[in-house]
């Protein structure tokens, strides 16, 4: 059974830092990416940061030089490191891993954990 465990939420004041950890289990799979993608409330769920089994990272604009992500596929952990985080930055945000399976991508999400950026 696939689990995706994330940690390191919380409350932070503006223009501080956060860093989440995300261990996955059971994936028998190839791994294409793991990464983050966040949703706030009334939101779509969006793409925050990736990184590709070979090491290609991906970021959205929102978060390019503020936000890192790295990882090991291979133990199948990524983190994310968040500073000069803005109250725009509050939402849940997922762990997700994607996965080569019988020549499909399939989506692994964990369950989440709140980042709540307010003064």
């Known amino acids: 059974q696939v689990q995706l465990v994330e940690s390191g939420g919380g409350l932070v004041q503006p223009g501080g830092s956060l860093r989440l950890s995300c261990a996955a289990s059971?994936?028998?799979?190839?791994?294409?990416?793991m990464g983050w993608y966040r949703q706030a409330p009334g939101e779509q769920r969006e793409l925050v940061a990736t990184?590709?089994?070979?090491?290609?990272?991906s970021y959205a604009d929102s978060v390019k030089c503020r936000f890192a992500i790295s990882g090991d596929n291979t133990k199948q952990t990524v983190y994310l490191q968040m500073n000069s985080l803005k109250a725009e930055d509050t939402a849940v945000y997922l762990c997700?891993?994607?996965?080569?399976?019988?020549?499909?991508?399939?989506?692994?999400w964990g369950q989440g954990t709140q980042v709540t950026v307010s003064s």
């Open positions: 990184i590709t089994n070979g090491g290609i990272i």
């Open positions: 059971g994936i028998m799979d190839t791994i294409y990416h």
């Open positions: 997700n891993t994607r996965v080569w399976s019988a020549g499909f991508m399939r989506d692994y």
